[in-house]
C-alpha cells in the first residue's frame, strides 16, 4: 500500500520517496512507490502531473490501494531506474491548485442544489477548461441564479474545508452526499452549513 502524502496536506508540492517496483510496456513505464503526493485519477477528478526525479509523470492510477506513476518508455528512464531506489518528487502545483478550487467549487455547487431542491449530483467531470455537474432533476434559470448567490456568498464567508474519518459506528449518524456504495474507510469532506460528501480528492484549505 502506498503511503497517501495527498491526503495529510493537499498543499504538498514536494517529496522524497523510495521505489518499490517498477514495470513497463510498449510505451510507458509505471512506478511504484512507497508514499506519493501524486493525486491518482478518481472521483472526477484527473490526476496529478509533475516529476519523479527527472522523469515526466504524465498520468498517475490507483489500482489496489497501489498508486502508479506513469511515464514515458524510454532508455534513459529504465536506466536511472535501475539504478536509483530514491527519488524526489514533485507536483505542478499550478494544475493541482486549479484542479482543487474547481472540486471544492463543485462541493459548494452541489451541496447547495442538494439541500435547495432535493437533486443528487450523479455526475462530475473536471476538464481542463470546462467543469460539468450532472443532477437528478431540473434547475430553471431562477434556480440557477438562486445557486450562484448561495455559492458566492459561501466563498465570500472564507469557510474552513474540514476532512474527517469517521468510524463506521459514527458514520451511521452523520448525513452525507455520495454517489457509490464505499467500502473500507469512509473520507468526508465537509464545508460547515454547505455540504458534506464522502470524497477521496484533495481541496482547498478555505472556500
Known amino acids: 500500500m502506498t503511503e497517501r502524502l495527498f491526503d495529510i496536506d493537499s498543499y504538498l508540492n514536494e517529496f522524497d520517496c523510495r521505489v518499490i517496483s517498477f514495470g513497463e510496456d510498449k510505451n510507458l513505464i509505471y512506478i511504484e512507490t512507497d508514499k506519493t503526493a501524486f493525486f491518482p485519477e478518481g472521483g472526477g477528478q484527473t490526476s496529478d502531473r509533475g516529476y519523479l526525479d527527472t522523469l515526466y509523470i504524465s498520468d498517475v492510477q490507483e489500482k489496489d490501494g497501489r498508486i502508479f506513476h506513469y511515464t514515458e518508455n ?11 531506489t530514491e527519488l524526489h ?62 455559492a458566492n456568498k459561501a466563498i465570500w464567508d472564507n469557510k474552513e474545508i474540514l476532512v474527517h474519518y469517521p468510524s463506521k459506528d459514527e458514520l451511521k449518524s452523520i448525513e452525507y452526499r455520495s454517489k457509490i456504495e464505499i467500502e473500507g474507510q469512509t473520507r468526508l469532506v465537509e464545508i460547515p452549513g454547505v455540504d458534506m460528501c464522502a470524497c477521496c480528492a484533495p481541496h482547498v484549505k478555505m472556500t
Open 89 to 150: 518528487g514533485k507536483i505542478d502545483m499550478e494544475k493541482r491548485f486549479s484542479d482543487m478550487q474547481q472540486h471544492s467549487g463543485e462541493h459548494i455547487v452541489s451541496g447547495i442544489v442538494c439541500s435547495s431542491f432535493g437533486y443528487n449530483n450523479v455526475g462530475f467531470h473536471l476538464g481542463t477548461e470546462i467543469v460539468t455537474l450532472d443532477f437528478d432533476g431540473a434547475l430553471t434559470r431562477e434556480d440557477i441564479d438562486r445557486v450562484e448567490l448561495l
Open 74 to 84: 524510454t532508455a534513459e528512464a529504465l536506466q536511472l531506474l535501475s539504478n536509483k
